[in-house]
């Protein structure tokens, strides 16, 4: 399976984004079903198509990667022996899969528009992408960010571990926080009409889109809303009834937004 995963996971040709990000979608779920890949490739193989090779890499850099390993191996770890709790539905390890390589796409398209490419920021938004779900229950807010705050709580003794520095625990958990998708509004508004940089407002945005991109996909987004429901219906969340079906879908897809230019390139299939 690995070997048949290298093959095919964010292989791109000649700039077709989009053929590379359903291929690598798809190369995930054959994963997922058969015999599942696990978060830790996942990440190695996107710090490897970012070029983020460790003795390149500034200490922070160095230290966020080491971090978002450890998440990622933590969120395997939690689920590898047969008492472990039941996976969420949609909050589970393939969403985050998914997250992670969202970001790792978008991320290579930015670096490659702007002419600038910064391993620290990008080393932090794999880390937020790893870690924006750790340990997710598959419950919903009763407040503002409260299930994002409690992720970082988790998350924090792992970058103590790794040595993050305050800064970027900071920035890191900033995004993660932001990840509320109650927030995703005030948060696009906050990049509207500016250019892309590396800085804490586009990872914020980046970190939103990245969280929506497959849910947003035409092949996968069905799928994904399915899962969704069965997640809610658990908990006894009456939008279950509602986000699997046609209208729901269309409501989603009506209500999402999209700013930065990576994320314009991946969802083009979407306006065709």
Known sequence: MSENFQDSYLVLHKNEWNACFDTSLLCLRQSWATDWIGLPVVLKSCAVFLSLQSDALSLHARAMLSAAMAVARGSEERFAMASSPSEPHYHNRLHTADVITAMALQLDLEAEHSGISDSDWMCAALLAAAGHDFMHSGGVNEEVSQIEKQTCELLRPIMRESKVASIWTERVET??????????????????????AWNQQWLNVLLNEA?????????????????????????????????????????FLSSVKFSSRSSGLLTSALKN
């Open 175 to 196: 995004a993660i926080i932001h990840s509320d998708i109650s927030l995703a509004a005030q948060n696009h508004e906050r990049v509207s009409g500016a250019e892309f």
């Open 211 to 251: 969280d929506i991109l497959a849910s947003s996909h035409p092949q996968f987004g069905p799928e994904l809303s399915h899962a969704l429901a069965q997640e809610w219906k658990i908990i006894g969340f009456a939008a279950h009834e509602t986000i699997a079906t046609p209208e729901g879908m269309q409501a």
